[in-house]
């Protein structure tokens, strides 16, 4: 059964970065065809697609926290991570982590959600 | 704002019928399939439907997907008080280079 699981400080202080990973059970994230990404929630609202990283290791990112974003991956531990720079409170939010199932274009599985803030 | 546009909510009693519109452009929806999320309080969303139309197995045929041009919508029959959630539209967008949401829908069952 696929699991992913979510991993990372919860408080962040402003200008500081962001550093999670998502660990991966059940399936190798540098076989098949599938991605993997990062979705985020602020409180209240609604999704944010932040970006996704192949099965070969290429990257994509949503164009408005290209700049700030960097998704990576540790083939052997088989756990891939986001770093989100210079945070603001704007960044609070939780963060999941889903693979991106190329077959069905779609978000299938997701990892529970972790909830970062970003304050003093 | 979302490139995606849902009403932000809907409501339906035990039994009945409801619709969720998406409403996109021709980068969106108009060229790529749309996937519906359910997200139940407190909880990650889930996959409900996908390529427009289709069910992920262990989702119940209550639940239906469709799409026409640039808009989609996501019908469910027989409402049950355990579908009151969140829902959420998304797709591909080719200008954006970027999976776009929809603002989600908050379902109340009455």
């Known amino acids: 059964q696929l699991q992913l699981q979510e991993s990372g400080p919860g408080l962040v202080k402003p200008s500081e970065t962001l550093s999670l990973t998502c660990a991966v059970s059940g399936v190798s994230i540098s076989s098949g065809s599938d991605y993997w990404g990062w979705v985020r929630q602020p409180p209240g609202k609604g999704l944010e697609w932040i970006g996704s990283?192949?099965?070969?290791?290429?990257?994509y990112y949503n164009p408005s926290l290209k700049s700030r974003v960097t998704i990576s991956r540790e083939t052997p531990k088989n756990q891939f991570s986001l770093k989100v720079n210079s945070v603001t409170a704007a960044d609070t939010a939780v963060y999941y982590c889903?693979?991106?199932?190329?077959?069905?274009?779609?978000?299938?599985?997701w990892g529970r959600g972790t909830l970062v803030t970003v304050s003093t | 704002q979302s490139v995606l546009t849902q009403p932000p909510s809907a409501s339906g009693t035990p039994g009945q019928r409801v619709t969720i519109s998406c409403s996109g452009s021709s980068s969106n929806i108009g060229s790529r399939t749309v996937n519906w999320y359910q997200q139940l309080p407190g909880t990650a969303p889930k996959l409900l439907i996908y390529?427009?139309?289709q069910r992920p197995s262990g989702v119940p045929d209550r639940f239906s997907g469709s799409k026409s041009g640039t808009s989609a919508s996501l019908a469910i029959s027989g409402l049950q008080s355990e579908d009151e959630a969140d829902y959420y539209c998304a797709a591909w967008d080719d200008s954006l280079k970027d999976v776009a949401f929809g603002g989600g829908t908050k379902l109340t069952v009455l």
């Open positions: 889903a693979r991106r199932w190329i077959a069905g274009d779609a978000f299938d599985y």
């Open positions: 390529s427009s139309s």
């Open positions: 990283i192949s099965y070969s290791g290429s990257t």
